[in-house]
């Protein structure tokens, strides 16, 4: 069963893990003061978190399936129960907690950029104009095309 957390995660920084995990890397930790319960940073694109997604996140126990709802927002909580650390005293294991972080990316396609800008234009935001890559203003030194 998942549930949103209301509470923000707060992790001891000498137990934390990174696990590479395809594409993505996320980071692991014992939630400090939850006993058995286990954080999972998961990262998620600007896409995911606005329109939803299924993510497909590591357990102990092997890969789980979870649903983010549309409007996600970055640092949400999610729990997923009995998937944390086992209990040595026999009472059963701890939560998962996967909380979401929205990773930008550092470079964007041609297309991509093009597609946030006209986002930015629906939105009304004021952005920062596009930078001519040093190969566009050579070409463009050589078609003859002013420089800016």
Not at 88 to 95: A, K, N, Q, V
Not at 99 to 120: G, H, M, N, S, W
Request: some cysteine; charged content about 25%; hydrophobic content about 35%.
């Amino acid at each position: 069963m998942l549930i949103a957390a209301a509470q923000p995660v707060h992790l001891q920084p000498s137990s934390k893990w990174v696990v590479d995990y395809g594409e993505n890397s996320c980071r692991l930790a014992r939630s400090f003061g939850d006993g058995n319960n286990l954080v999972l940073q998961m990262p998620i694109s600007y896409t995911q978190a606005a329109l939803g997604s299924k993510l497909e996140i590591p357990t102990l126990q092997g890969k789980h399936e979870l649903t983010i709802g549309p409007g996600t927002q970055s640092g949400d909580v999610f729990r997923i129960r009995g998937r944390g650390m086992p209990d040595p005293r026999g009472s059963g294991p701890g939560d998962l907690l996967v909380q979401t972080f929205i990773e930008v990316p550092k470079k964007l396609a041609a297309d991509q950029e093009k597609l946030l800008r006209e986002l930015a234009e629906i939105e009304r935001k004021d952005v920062s104009p596009h930078r001519k890559s040093f190969f566009e203003k050579i070409k463009d030194y050589f078609a003859g095309e002013e420089t800016k």
